[in-house]
């Protein structure tokens, strides 16, 4: 038997006599239909993933991922969401905190360009790149007259990544920061505090939940990235290569037991963001409880 | 500190929300803003406050210029409308917020911010919610708790926003008369805004009444309520009856009848509109006087401590009046029943000439 279905409603519960109107049966066909969806779509793969990666025992899988360039791959892949994650929460915040708090010129247009990396394909954001600082490129030229290349190095995997991650905070913050208006940090600057403290000591406790999921997506992202890093990184084993284009290699090659051990690695990170995730859920309906206000019952 | 507020106009987009405003707050003053919802009764709070600019025009504490003044710097205590607690705080820091924030060599130690915030919190008679959440609280409580957060920097004026307006009848009526106290015990400046003439009239010493971004007229309640400076005053502030009067031959005729209406200036006049407030009417089973109106009695409301009768005159005009229990006793009239009815005095009147 499955236990009792929680309304996603949340925590202000209509009570425990609500009426359902639909019949049993309806019920349990929709939540077999939705449970069955998800075990051939998720778990089914996830644990033909696991179950490849040790199919040829304990040892092939702790070889596969430990070898020079698997690792190569895992620390490129670590110093990419290293630099990406941090930098796109700090323009996450400067364009949420701009776009929710401020009426100017030119807000909505900022809003499309924020969305932009979310509306092409990731190829075509590698293209764009690849267009800007490729040898034919606009900066490429005058880069490389200065001693410096841009493609088919780290450099270029880090931008890249930077460019496709750049809404993920960003998008969770806007809302959240506009739910919650000014009025609290209007109530800060009447009683004497200044921007900064103001966004140190109201700002950001209050967008706490959002910005770490947020973090957390936009994290995921950075690790699990392959078409765009694909295009610019020029597949170099042991230098630029990232996580899933490590991932591909070995499976163009065969090596089918290797690439899913590999593989198995960045299913983990979709495991732990889950987690976090379902716990940073819990922690935005407490926060969600403290802009409650029920009906005035005593003075 | 005294508050004075110098032809100060703002404009949102196409909309002018204040329209060359002046008044003044003395200091140690309580002072109602009362109008409709729109009138810019709390975008004028806000510039006072500091968290809106002016378009032109100048605010001045105790005479001096505060244009240049940022609202952190102000020291002025502002309560929202919605309270705007720090959800993320425990009542007591809260209160300790602004007291946290001051400039290290001012900032009081932590055990100096302790006995304060306990010794405000004890002021607003809500020690024992210190180690609570704002949502744990109920909206008497709140406000409440906002309250002791904007004294705790020792403002030198207090701001309030609708400070009763999201609760209920019975809290709204406590809360007030407490506040009216509160300020009898502190004696601060203040100056709180609210859209209810009730409020207003019970709880400011001297109210200002605006609509559409203009003050209409600044008075004491006893003031603008019997003196109404104009039509819009005399509406907002209670229900009012408007009979339009022909004057013939130096009497006044309403209808048919001819009527005495006590300070109306018969010479000279073609007609007159005169309003007349409920509690202004005297209703008799006799004519009183030749001139009364014979009317019928549609409606009778005798519950709460007036008696509220609604009247059909001959002529078909309806009139609200209110009488004492007392007199209603006295007279016992009954639905549908014809009485007259007379004016005792009236409010307001306009002349054609």
């Not at chain 1, 930098?87 to 010129?105: D, E, Q, V, Y």
């Not at chain 2, 209160?95 to 405000?120: C, D, H, T, W």
């Not at chain 2, 009778?300 to 005159?313: Q, S, W, Y």
Request: aromatic residues 10%.
């Amino acid at each position: 038997m499955f236990p009792p279905l929680k309304r996603n409603s949340g925590s202000e519960n209509p009570g425990p006599h609500k009426i359902q109107s639909e019949s049993k049966l309806v019920k349990w066909l929709l939540i077999g239909l939705a449970l069955g969806y998800i075990a051939i779509f998720l778990i089914m793969p996830l644990a033909c993933v696991f179950m490849t990666a040790f199919s040829k025992g304990l040892g092939t899988y702790v070889k596969a991922i430990s070898e020079p360039d698997a690792l190569a791959a895992i620390r490129l892949t670590l110093i990419t969401a290293v630099i990406a994650v941090p930098l796109n929460m700090i323009f996450g915040i400067a364009a949420s905190w701009a776009i929710a708090k401020f009426n100017f010129k030119g807000k909505s247009i900022l809003l499309t360009f924020i969305d932009l990396p979310l509306s092409v394909s990731p190829v075509i954001s590698g293209l764009i790149f690849v267009l800007l600082f490729g040898s034919q490129g606009f900066f490429g030229p005058w880069l490389i007259g200065h001693g410096i290349r841009m493609m088919f190095t780290p450099a270029a995997i880090i931008l890249t990544t930077i460019f496709v991650t750049f809404p993920m905070v960003a998008r969770e913050l806007i809302p959240v920061m506009k739910a919650q208006g000014n009025d609290e940090e209007e109530a800060a600057m009447t009683l004497g505090a200044s921007g900064f403290q103001t966004f140190w000591r109201v700002t950001l406790p209050n967008i706490k939940w959002g910005l770490l999921y947020g973090i957390i997506l936009c994290n995921a992202r950075a690790m699990g990235e392959f078409g765009a890093v694909s295009v610019v990184s020029g597949h170099i084993r042991g230098l630029t290569n990232t996580l899933p284009l490590h991932i591909e290699i070995l499976y163009n090659e065969y090596h089918f037991a290797a690439a899913f051990a590999a593989a198995s690695l960045l299913a983990m990170l979709a495991i732990v963001t889950l987690v976090v995730k379902s716990f940073i859920d819990a922690g935005i309906k407490r926060n969600l409880q403290l802009t409650w206000t029920g009906p005035e019952e005593k003075v | 500190m005294s508050i004075e507020v110098k032809n100060v106009t703002k404009i949102f987009g196409n909309f002018k929300a204040l329209d060359d405003i002046s008044m003044k707050v003395e200091t140690g003053e309580l002072v109602a803003l009362l109008g409709p919802s729109g009138s810019g009764k709390t975008t004028l709070l806000r510039i006072i406050a500091g968290l809106e600019v002016t378009d032109a025009g100048d605010i001045l504490f105790e005479g001096k210029d505060a244009k240049e003044q940022k609202a952190k710097d102000r020291n002025v205590g502002f309560v929202f409308q919605h309270y705007a607690l720090f959800r993320h705080m425990k009542v007591f820091d809260n209160v300790a917020f602004g007291l946290r924030v001051q400039p290290k060599n001012i900032r009081p130690s932590e055990k100096e911010i302790k006995n304060r915030v306990m010794e405000l919190l004890k002021l607003v008679q809500l020690e024992w919610v210190a180690g609570r959440f704002p949502w744990q609280l109920s909206g008497g409580q709140r406000q409440r708790i906002a309250l002791a957060r904007a004294l705790a920097v020792k403002p030198k004026v207090l701001l309030l926003d609708e400070p009763f307006g999201s609760l209920d009848a019975r809290v709204r009526k406590e809360l007030r008369q407490w506040l009216r106290r509160f300020h009898d015990d502190l004696h601060i400046t203040s100056l709180f805004v609210t859209h209810d003439q009730e409020e207003a009239l019970e709880v400011a010493d001297r109210v200002v009444v605006m609509n559409k971004g203009k003050v209409e007229q600044v008075g004491t309640p006893e003031e603008v309520y019997h003196n109404p400076a104009n039509v819009f005053v005399l509406n907002f502030l209670g229900n009012v009856n408007l009979f339009h009067a022909r004057v013939e031959g130096g009497k006044v005729f309403m209808g048919n009848t001819s009527l005495e209406i006590p300070g109306l200036k018969a010479g000279n006049v073609k007609s007159a509109n005169v309003y007349v407030r409920p509690h202004q009417f005297e209703i008799t089973r006799q004519p009183k006087q030749a001139s009364s109106m014979k009317a019928a009695v549609r409606f009778i409301n005798p519950a709460g401590p007036i008696v509220k009768i609604d009247l059909v005159t001959e002529a078909g005009h309806s009139i609200q009046a209110e009488i004492s229990q007392e007199e209603f006793s006295k007279i016992k009239i009954r639905k549908n029943e014809q009485v007259y009815v007379s004016l005792k005095d009236i409010t307001f009147s306009e002349y054609e000439i």
